[in-house]
């Protein structure tokens, strides 16, 4: 097969750095590889594949010249991008929230529900971050018995906010520990050594978007429209990798024991489970790591049909660039590419 | 009214420091105050109500010429000191879990269930630093609207661990920053900018003892021995505030409108509600404060009879040192020193 040629927008960015990296690590059959950014980066250098690529200008020329746009830039730029790839023949996943709801769009998780793709027009939707890691767990356990209620309490990084957030936060950290004065930028407050209850905007209804997405996604992904589902999104101080307190209410009562087995035999899953040498998942851990780590499962002492756990993924892979990889595998292997299918 | 001779044991601890502050800002009717802790400080000078005071041991003779202990030290030091002050007379307020749930002892938010109070037998201990600001907001919801079911998951912040664990936070903030190597000493694992799903030791059940503590506690405190309450407790980067995502099930339904209203009338509660202008409970504006911070209150979506909330409080305070000088102060209005009511 030859290589497919893939255009990355928002390559400069903390997702399009990861996603250039797991393109390499995984061996991904690339053909030319296009990077794009926002104009204050075009001509900018960067390593891809062990070349050096100039950054471009996401032309329609240069969409018509490549087979899979990865777009990893915000929703603004990927409904602008999105279409116009489609119309140029390439087929477009993307990050952003843009088109996960539209019903026309697939949203994926490949291990999750990759038979979504066969129904594609175009665009594939790379789940929230914080969704990715929670349908992993959820599917397998809802395949055995029904699950009826989640609550899920989030501890998310600040690399889903982006590279500036990153630095910020490093910046800011540095600024308390000096008690210098700081001065939020990325955040309407302190992230340095707090937490925040605000990811994205709020909705009348007193959710955060954030956390509305993980409703909505994850009954998209589950294809359970009725799954009743709550979130607390919440920023906590720290780089990369998101966590996660679920609380999961079943049809019927289920072991910590068959949890750990099932979620031990879920490819994409590990389980890091053993208290007694104080083994859990945790962020620094996950990151870098393609597994969604759980742990600390145990009965729900206020449920009896209720199983309490804990997991951590790193955000920018799961939760966006390896998922969005995979996505693309996942369409090369079924031959679900829009420009492959025109050359058939 | 004679002052009250107050000992305090652990005086050069992060809870101890607070404690003489507060007491001093709240004019507390001290007569004389002694100062103890563990050898390696005895000598050492502090300041108390304005006077430079040495710290002592805390012998027999000591604890004989004092009217009220409080001791925030570790539980084994009130296994030790508890039962030695009520044989010199003294009246004891213990910050820590050792006689918790002992049948005999108080267990006390004085808001909450001041009453317990009249049946002490000399020692009356203060509630776990995220049990005190749960039980201040269900209190008033449940004498209103039966609860059935509270999840939460904490963000507790290392103060809670002590001085020595937000010494640890610090230099190892810095190290992360500069890149340096860390050695984890308070922690099983680096604490900067990660968080762990580990507070105390692990019960047989996969809890951890802070999560059965908030059980426990939240029961006995409410009168409730059959609600049904679960948690995952997490320590995050923070240095003073604990903050709780809060899940409540009701037997009826309740509007965010009438939480909010009963919240904002129930003393030691404020209510931070405006997510159109980002205002919301955060530690770093609990920190230095006496109140408990809710915001974040919705209907929940998973539950037309649920309410989610969010609360943030500074556990070095509401959480430990304010609720100790709360008890001791309706100790004193009720009359119910031992001291006093042997000179009566």
């Known amino acids: 097969m030859a290589g497919c040629n893939i255009a990355v927008i928002g390559a400069t960015g903390a997702v399009g750095t990861v996603f250039l990296n797991i393109l390499e690590d995984r061996a991904f059959p690339t053909g030319d590889i296009r990077l794009c950014a926002s104009e204050r980066s075009w001509g900018k250098k960067l390593i891809a594949m ?62 999750v529900n990759g038979d979504d793709l066969e129904q594609h027009n175009g665009i594939v939707s790379v789940p929230n971050c914080s969704t990715a890691p929670l349908v992993m767990v959820l599917k397998p356990l809802n395949a055995v018995n029904p699950v009826e209620r989640v609550i899920v309490d989030t501890y998310q990084s600040v690399s889903g906010t982006g590279a500036a957030a990153m630095d910020e936060l490093r ?38 978007n ?54 031990s035999d879920t490819p994409g899953v590990t389980v890091v489970d053993d208290p007694a040498t104080n083994k859990y998942p945790m962020p620094i851990d996950a990151e870098g790591q393609d597994d969604v780590f759980v742990g600390r499962i145990r009965q729900d002492v206020s449920n009896p049909k209720g ?21 693309a595998e996942e369409l090369l292997r079924r031959e679900l590419l829009l420009r492959t299918a025109r050359r058939n």
Chains 1, 2 share one sequence.
């Open 50 to 111: 062990g070349k050096e690529l100039s950054v471009e200008e996401a032309t329609p020329m240069l969409l018509s010249e490549v087979d899979l746009v990865f777009v990893c830039a915000g929703s603004d730029i990927s409904l602008e991008i999105g279409p116009l790839a489609v119309e140029q023949g390439a087929t477009v996943v993307d990050k952003s929230s843009a088109f996960r709801m539209d019903p026309n769009v697939p949203l994926v998780v490949p291990e």
């Open 210 to 263: 954030e956390e509305m997405k993980m409703v909505w996604e994850t009954r998209k992904i589950l294809h359970e429209p009725n799954l009743q589902i709550s979130a607390t999104c919440v920023r906590v101080p720290v780089m990369v990798g998101h966590s996660e307190a679920v609380h999961i209410d079943f049809e019927e009562s289920i072991s910590p024991g068959e949890v750990r087995q099932i979620l």
């Open 307 to 327: 199983i309490a756990m804990w997991l951590a993924t790193d955000n920018l892979r799961k939760g966006a660039a390896l998922n969005g990889i995979q996505i």
């Open 171 to 208: 910046v800011q950290s540095g600024q308390v520990l000096e008690s210098s004065r700081i001065t939020p930028k990325e955040y309407p407050h302190q992230i340095a050594f707090n937490v925040l209850p605000h990811i994205e905007s709020f909705h009348d209804n007193g959710y955060t």
